[in-house]
């Protein structure tokens, strides 16, 4: 029952996750590059912020929560002899790229956003969404027993 429980939450994170970030590369992005205009990126972070944050957040703790029951201990996870444990642990680099991402854009980007510098936040933002797309697929791998 906790796994299924585990698996739902995690699930709705990364719909609302991916799903966020796919409203924004494919409708509010390419407004704000056409109009020159931050604001509109502005204006969506300023919903989407929190919540997406408290997304990611939740897939992180049952991600690793998963992983434990996966791999009691983390024992042999590293080993990389599974499917299993080789998409765990990319899902794991495609995280540290997110926050990469996520933390240049937060701190460097969004505080000096201008018309100028749309273009490199819109880099950022195709980037995290890429990297959430990923996220989604190797996903379903897992619960698929693999992708090929």
Do not use: C
């Not at 704000?32 to 919540?51: G, M, T, Y």
């Not at 540290?96 to 000096?112: D, E, Q, S």
Request: hydrophobic residues 55%; without cysteine; glycine residues 8%.
């Amino acid at each position: 029952m906790l796994f299924k429980f585990l698996i739902i939450l995690h699930t709705l994170g990364a719909t609302v996750w991916t799903g966020g970030h796919l409203v924004l590369a494919v409708t509010v992005l390419p407004q704000a590059l056409k109009d020159r205009d931050p604001d509109r990126i502005h204006q969506f972070e300023e919903h989407f912020e929190n919540f997406g944050l408290t997304a990611l957040l939740l897939q992180v703790i049952t991600g690793l929560w998963l992983t434990w029951i996966y791999f009691p201990g983390f024992q042999n996870f590293l080993a990389f002899e599974s499917y299993l444990s080789i998409y765990i642990g990319i899902k794991l680099l495609l995280l540290l790229g997110t926050l990469a991402l996520a933390i240049h854009a937060r701190f460097f980007i969004i505080p000096n956003l201008t018309k100028e510098t749309l273009n490199s936040l819109a880099y950022h933002i195709t980037g995290v969404t890429t990297l959430a797309v990923l996220f989604v697929v190797l996903g379903a791998g897992i619960r698929l027993g693999g992708l090929s």
